[in-house]
């Protein structure tokens, strides 16, 4: 029963970050608790998409005991959808006239 809850959980925070993410690259809208901090709204959705997918894979690296593969795959986009996100809240670079 609570492995059903969770990853139903896992699911529904999958499938909301996906949609958030692929709405960030679309309209560069970005939620408003983030609006300030984001700079890069494209970016901050590409590095959101990049989690929730690394998320999904290391659900099905637990769930077909296959960690080798799955495991590794998820963990890089988990990293990737990190370093992402860093990049998508520093500001560019100062150019002078």
Do not use: K, Q
Request: proline share 4%; aromatic share 10%; net charge positive.
């Amino acid at each position: 029963m609570l492995t059903t809850v969770g990853i139903g959980f896992l699911a529904a925070a999958m499938v909301a970050t996906t949609v958030f993410g692929v709405v960030a690259i679309r309209t560069e809208w970005v939620l408003p608790w983030l609006r300030r901090s984001t700079l890069r709204p494209v970016l901050w959705g590409w590095a959101t998409l990049s989690g929730s997918a690394g998320l999904g894979l290391w659900c099905v690296a637990l769930a077909t005991e296959r960690v080798e593969a799955f495991g590794l795959a998820g963990l890089i986009l988990i990293v990737t959808d990190t370093v992402l996100s860093y990049l998508a809240t520093r500001p560019g670079r100062v150019t002078t006239p």
